[in-house]
């Protein structure tokens, strides 16, 4: 198709947040990649932050991390996973970055003396954020999704963009609008009510949806469908019900049984004769849905009770356990409640441990103690990040001797800094996007766990961290049975360890995580849920 202009589909929700735009986007644009056609999806996010990489996890959940060092909404980590090709910082933008762009073009007096103000400087600059997207020409259809919720204060400089944006594209946009139709239990029926409020609110900004997706936990019958159609101005068959799923990733397939991918191709006056088969996603499912085996695993981190903190990881573990038709069960574990009294309790019954990635003291004990149990009682484990700095330090403590052995992250003044910050971050005083952030390569050692994982050498993943294993300690790890099994030659820096006594033991600085998807689940998570499974 890429000889006709790019189709742009814009995705707003109405009612209430957290009705699932991100999954409707990857949905959409997983129907349209089987299809044939090259796709990609935007978010567009309304806070006043730069990015999230200064947030806390409780306030936005995970921060993903793109090949080119984006700090990034959590549902890039779904466009990818759902889509199987990388984003860029390009993906994802925030009113922080708007505003920045504007203000520094005013600083340099690109606006040749004009009053500078939200329409048209904010919003054109948004419109360019939007289309940047196809400076190569080479995407048939931009999904762009509008984070919140229509109607709140800081989308409307959004809202108003696309709205000028579909004039400008002609007939090559169309709007989704998603919203919520609760069903009430004292009157014993769905409410449209709050759908058509949500419309007449985007209506009021000059939008007329095109399609409304219905989140719903009761099937929409064609009466309400109808209702709905009527009062919102829209086709009847472009009312498209999103009912409740046990996993996200049936949604592609009741989308597909709603037909939203035919009626977006039917009102972009497409022809397309090739059908989504979407056969790696049924197989996925179908060993998601039918497992042969069931193991239990914990994963220790301090952001356990918002498991959005750690998105990529859980959904890693899903792509894996469907790999290996296990079903995995995860129990979250919270770093600060772990001590000496109920460690045995929490952990022994477990087939193997992850310990998630985190910033700061707080809970790192606790991850110690962790650590220390299954080492020494030959559990899998795989450290993530912090978790392999942990792993470090408790390997420095408990096996080498080296008392108080730390981070300089934890303790500045530890007579054995084990981890200590980076050379490259230590005249770094701003806080924002300035880690190392992104993908780096990395080298395996052949003979080690990690390599059986691959299966090749040269591997690349993303970072996102601003310490580092210090080198000064190498040779005494490695005659003490820990060695270094992945390096950054480049700058060799220690890029994945494990004990070569354990039954599986391996801790990696990188995120993994950010690489799994439902077509290719990540190698290294797959080792080690099939360490888990031998451990059973």
Request: net charge positive; proline share 4%; aromatic share 8%.
């Amino acid at each position: 198709m890429k000889d006709s202009p790019t189709k742009y589909i814009f995705v707003t929700g109405g009612v209430t947040s957290s009705l699932g735009k991100g999954i409707v986007s990857a949905s959409l644009g997983k129907l349209l990649a089987e299809r044939g056609y090259s796709v990609t999806i935007q978010k567009l996010d309304p806070y006043i932050n730069v990015d999230p990489g200064t947030m806390n996890p409780f306030e936005h959940g995970e921060c993903y991390v793109t090949d080119d060092g984006a700090e990034t909404d959590l549902d890039l980590g779904h466009y990818e996973r759902f889509l199987n090709r990388p984003t860029s910082q390009a993906n994802n933008v925030t009113t922080g970055r708007i505003y920045q762009t504007v203000i520094e073009k005013e600083r340099k007096g690109d606006y040749l003396g004009k009053t500078v103000q939200i329409i048209p400087h904010i919003t054109d600059e948004i419109k360019r954020r939007i289309q940047i997207l196809d400076k190569k020409k080479e995407f048939d259809f931009i999904i762009t999704e509008i984070g919140g919720t229509v109607g709140d204060i800081e989308a409307l400089p959004y809202i108003e963009a696309v709205r000028q944006l579909k004039w400008e594209l002609e007939n090559n946009a169309i709007f989704i609008h998603l919203t919520l139709v609760p069903f009430l239990a004292a009157a014993a029926e769905l409410k449209t009510k709050p759908t058509q409020h949500s419309v007449k609110t985007l209506l009021e900004a000059g939008i007329q949806p095109d399609i409304l997706v219905c989140r719903t936990e009761h099937p929409i019958n064609d009466n309400i469908k109808r209702k709905i159609a009527q009062f919102c101005n829209v086709e009847k068959n472009a009312v498209i019900q999103s009912i409740d799923a046990k996993t996200i990733y049936e949604v592609p397939l009741l989308m597909q049984k709603e037909g939203l991918d035919k009626i977006i191709l039917k009102k972009l006056n497409i022809e397309c004769k090739k059908k989504a088969r979407l056969i790696k996603l049924k197989k996925f499912l179908n060993g998601l849905q039918n497992p042969k085996k069931e193991i239990t695993i914990g994963l220790v981190g301090k952001y356990v009770s918002l498991q959005d903190a750690y998105k990529s990881i859980s959904e890693a573990i899903i792509h894996a356990g469907a790999k290996k038709c296990c079903k995995i069960n995860v129990e979250w574990i919270d770093s600060e409640d772990i001590n000496m009294q109920n460690l045995k309790s929490k952990l022994s019954h477990l087939q193997g441990l992850i310990v998630a990635p985190g910033f700061g003291d707080r809970g790192i004990d606790g991850k110690i103690l962790a650590i220390k149990f299954v080492r020494e009682n030959n559990i899998p484990f795989l450290g993530i990040c912090l978790g392999m700095q942990t792993a470090v330090i408790e390997f420095s403590r408990n096996v080498l001797g080296l008392k108080n052995a730390n981070s300089t992250e934890m303790d500045p003044k530890t007579k054995f800094p084990v981890i200590n910050l980076m050379n490259g971050q230590k005249d770094i005083t701003r806080k924002g996007g300035t880690m190392r952030l992104g993908a780096y390569d990395c080298k395996l050692k052949t003979k080690s766990n990690i390599y059986n994982c691959y299966k090749k050498e040269q591997i690349s993943e993303r970072h996102r961290h601003r310490y580092e294993f210090n080198n000064k300690y190498l040779e005494i790890f490695k005659k003490n049975g820990l060695i270094a099994s992945g390096i950054n030659k480049k700058n060799n820096l220690v890029e994945a360890i494990e004990i070569q006594n354990h039954k599986w033991f391996v801790a990696v600085q990188f995120h993994p995580e950010y690489k799994s998807t439902v077509d290719k689940p990540h190698p290294l998570f797959c080792g080690f849920i099939k360490a888990c499974i031998n451990n059973k």
